[in-house]
């Protein structure tokens, strides 16, 4: 159909209009074949209520069916709450360990240290510090091993001497305890005897008097017999023997260290490999032979830059289950800080950009024990002074941290 074909219907529309509405009112109109030509619509829909042009009964039933919107006054500040931190409760403890013994306890030490005791996770609350500062135990070795110049140079008069160098290590350097490493024991470096370890061991005891922590060198075979001569030799001392090992167990060696340590008097330290499960597999192994109130752990320190992270998630995981309540490993725990050592960023020449590396070493060392500091460890082997020095003062602030002065700014609650 073309245009003039279509029917003008618009006078038909002004006709009915009037009563066209009236008349389609309420009823369902269909229409077939109708085309609508409309120049410009309109469409107009009301938002957020009832329009007012529908009649007064649909508008008044509407505005009864929907409640009214409540406007909320816009805040003028935000909302003013003060912070109050409350320390964590935990059901269990770490066990508390003395090491070394007096004169009045059957010994011969001046003094002695006590690690462990803690019932919090270390430094999370100023009202909860741990009962007992971190102890600091530097090295001797009894006989030459290679060294960075950064270490050599302040031991260059001792490194022959053991007992002159754990007396500097004492009166000079500040430790609180010395270890003994007798390298010279294994079959493939000297293979001294345990009888000439034992002799070792009792020139240091009568060089200092702080407590002894004796090494082995890391053979099963070797470090049985030679703890178990020491044991006797230095009976009442309550020495810290270093370390025992799966090893060991494998090797049928556990048994008689545990009782030769256990029958003098000494503590035991168990090493095992950054593996909590091997970890509570040794010291079941251990409880077998040696009481557990005796027992320190070792799970191993990983040097900046060679899996630091993960050696502090391990350290971490075991003081949070031991204060949960697993007993194998409510242990006191040490960090050997002298494994930075093995990383070459420590000590080798890197160029300008790196810094010096006579500090570059002790930065290293310092790094790894604040670290595991945070994670709850209780006593450190070091080895560079600085380190040392570094490491007991910012453990002091973080037991008595010092009150907040008037001209100090309080960042934790400081207003921007």
């Not at 077939?32 to 329009?51: A, K």
């Not at 030459?144 to 053991?162: F, G, S, W």
């Not at 034992?198 to 020139?203: C, M």
């Not at 030769?260 to 079941?284: I, M, P, V, W, Y």
Request: aromatic share 6%; proline share 8%; glycine share 8%.
């Amino acid at each position: 159909m073309t245009d003039q074909e279509k029917p003008d219907i618009s006078n038909l529309i002004r006709l009915l209009g009037p009563g066209l509405g009236e008349l389609l009112s309420g009823r369902q109109i269909e229409l077939e074949h109708v085309e609508v030509e409309l120049g410009e619509l309109e469409l107009w829909i009301p938002v957020g209520g009832i329009s007012q042009g529908f009649p007064a009964p649909v508008a008044a039933a509407a505005k009864q069916m929907t409640p009214p919107v409540k406007r909320l006054p816009r805040p003028d500040d935000l909302i003013s709450e003060k912070f109050l931190m409350e320390p964590d409760v935990f059901p269990a403890q770490i066990r508390e360990i003395t090491l070394g013994a007096t004169r009045a306890e059957g010994g011969t030490r001046g003094s002695t240290v006590t690690v462990g005791g803690s019932t919090s996770i270390p430094f999370t609350h100023p009202q909860s510090p741990p009962p007992h500062p971190p102890v600091i135990s530097l090295d001797v070795f009894d006989t030459r091993v290679p060294m960075p110049k950064a270490l050599k140079n302040h031991l260059t008069e001792v490194l022959d001497d053991p007992a002159a160098w754990a007396k500097m290590n004492v009166e000079q350097f500040g430790a609180d305890m010395v270890t003994v490493h007798l390298l010279s024991t294994d079959p493939l470096i000297q293979n001294k005897s345990p009888r000439e370890a034992s002799k070792t061991v009792e020139e240091v005891l009568q060089a200092v008097e702080v407590p002894l922590i004796i090494g082995g060198c890391g053979d099963p075979k070797k470090d049985a017999e030679t703890f178990t001569e020491i044991a006797a030799m230095a009976e009442g001392e309550r020495l810290l023997l270093n370390s025992v090992t799966s090893d060991m167990a494998d090797a049928k060696t556990l048994e008689p260290v545990c009782k030769a340590a256990d029958t003098h008097g000494h503590c035991l330290l168990g090493f095992t490999g950054l593996d909590l499960n091997s970890a509570k597999e040794l010291n079941r192994r251990i409880y077998q032979y040696f009481p557990p109130e005796r027992l320190l752990m070792d799970l191993t320190t990983v040097a900046l830059g060679y899996g630091l992270e993960y050696s502090f998630s391990i350290h971490e995981r075991a003081r949070m289950a031991a204060l949960m309540g697993d007993p194998e490993l409510q242990h006191p725990t040490i960090s050997a800080c002298t494994n930075a050592w093995s990383a070459r960023e420590a000590w080798m020449d890197l160029g300008p950009a790196f810094g010096r590396n006579d500090l570059r070493g002790p930065l290293w060392e310092t790094i790894g024990g604040i670290t595991l500091l945070l994670a709850g460890v209780d006593l450190f082997l070091m080895m560079h002074p600085l380190a040392v020095s570094t490491l007991r003062d910012v453990a002091g602030k973080l037991m008595h941290p010092a009150e907040i002065k008037p001209d100090m700014a309080d960042w934790a609650a400081l207003k921007i």
